[in-house]
């Protein structure tokens, strides 16, 4: 298995523009998390799925940020209209439902807006 | 929010000697779980502990657990340049699902 794919890497973009970031989660995971890790904040929960339906948004910073799971095998987290706070990096993983399993994780989308 | 802490945030040591990290958390948990992330990089899952053990090992890797304490420890032994990195713990509350939250990490730097 490749792993957890993310794209893209990088993404510099201008304030006010929509940014997309894009998970491939590992076949057979049927856990689906979002992650954002910044200097101030470390790693901060956004959003999961579980069987492709969201279970917990509560970490979405604000309307700005929208995230879907259209299918198993398929996970974006958009944002509009973007920030230079939004600046992160963000990161995909997946695991196996049930609370005894390890998360893998992708390698993250390192997000600049300025 | 943060659920753990880890201690200390830094921790400079000379190639094989042994690192000792340690975590401390809020709400009762059902298990923890180390992590590694190397610069630039995703985390690596390293071991998972739950509430009912005491104490677990992988390789060079030992993590003990005191849920009375709410607190576990990262001990790796043997050090090597290769395991510079920054070490996380991360807790799946009770009730939780399977939802983690990471703690503020340690940074490791193991120097020849």
């Known amino acids: 298995d490749a792993g957890v794919i993310q794209s893209p890497r990088h993404e510099v973009t201008e304030m006010g523009q929509e940014v997309t970031l894009r998970c491939k989660p590992i076949?057979?995971?049927?856990?689906l998390f979002w992650y954002r890790q910044t200097m101030m904040r470390g790693l901060e929960l956004l959003i999961y799925?579980?069987?492709?339906?969201?279970?917990?948004d509560s970490g979405m910073p604000e309307d700005r940020f929208s995230a879907k799971m259209p299918n198993a095998s398929f996970s974006t987290l958009k944002i509009q209209p973007s920030e230079p706070r939004d600046s992160a990096v963000y990161f995909c993983?997946?695991?196996?439902?049930?609370?005894?399993?390890?998360?893998?994780f992708g390698s993250g989308t390192r997000l600049t807006v300025v | 929010s943060q659920q753990g802490e880890e201690d200390p945030q830094a921790l400079s040591i000379q190639e094989g000697e042994n690192a000792t990290m340690n975590c401390s958390y809020k709400?009762?948990?059902?298990?923890l779980q180390w992590y590694r992330q190397n610069s630039g990089r995703g985390l690596v899952h390293l071991i998972l502990?739950?509430?009912?053990?005491r104490e677990k090992h992988s390789g060079r890797l030992r993590v003990t657990l005191d849920t009375s304490k709410k607190s576990s420890s990262l001990l790796i032994t043997a050090s090597r340049a290769a395991d510079t990195a920054s070490y996380f713990c991360?807790?799946?509350?009770?009730?939780?699902?399977?939802?983690?939250?990471f703690g503020t990490g340690t940074q490791l730097k193991v120097e020849l």
């Open positions: 993983a997946s695991s196996q439902s049930g609370e005894a399993y390890g998360y893998t």
């Open positions: 709400t009762s948990i059902n298990n």
């Open positions: 991360a807790t799946v509350p009770t009730g939780g699902g399977n939802k983690l939250t």
């Open positions: 799925f579980n069987n492709n339906v969201p279970i917990d």
């Open positions: 076949s057979g995971h049927n856990s």
């Open positions: 502990i739950r509430s009912n053990e």
